[in-house]
């Protein structure tokens, strides 16, 4: 089988199962989670039954990745906002991600929030003493504006 032959059944692979996951959420968002099966999701998406079986081990675990699949969409569009570099607007991101312009900002500081609480997390094992983090990011922050 030709390298070309292989990267287009690799294309086509990754294709369907981002159809599963689509459909997976769309089901979920329509008629709840129990109506999560795997004939649902291989009608709902237009392939095969036996492509759930094929790309997961298990119902919850199509779900799972799902979801991951899901939240990573949105933190990638709303990654912009939590360092100021992006030049969207929180309408076009709620547009796009079918959420009021609050939610959006209130996505935004929650992943603020987050983002903070796992850069204290990370710069606390990496100083002695834990009276130093404080510091620690402000010069980190300080090096970081100078760019």
């Known amino acids: 089988m030709s390298e070309t032959t ?5 294309a ?8 599963l996951l689509n459909a997976t959420l769309e089901i979920i968002a329509e008629k709840g989670i129990s109506a ?25 675990d199509m779900i799972g990745e799902a979801v991951a ?3 990573a969409a949105e933190f990638e569009r709303l990654q ?22 609050d939610a959006v900002k209130v996505a935004v500081h929650r992943l603020r929030h987050r983002y903070g609480e796992m850069l204290r997390k990370e710069v606390e094992e990496t100083v002695a003493d834990p009276a130093q983090v404080d510091g620690e990011i402000r010069y980190l922050l300080a090096v970081i504006g100078r760019r």
């Open 12 to 19: 086509r692979g990754r294709a369907r199962r981002e159809l």
């Open 80 to 101: 912009e906002f939590l360092t100021g570099a992006g030049t969207g607007t929180y309408r076009k991101a709620a547009s796009d991600l079918g959420m009021t312009e």
């Open 36 to 60: 999560v099966t795997h004939r649902s999701v291989a009608a709902a998406a237009g392939v095969p039954h036996s492509s759930t079986t094929y790309f997961f081990d298990s119902l919850d």
């Open 6 to 10: 292989t990267r287009s059944m690799r």
């Open 69 to 71: 699949h899901a939240m």
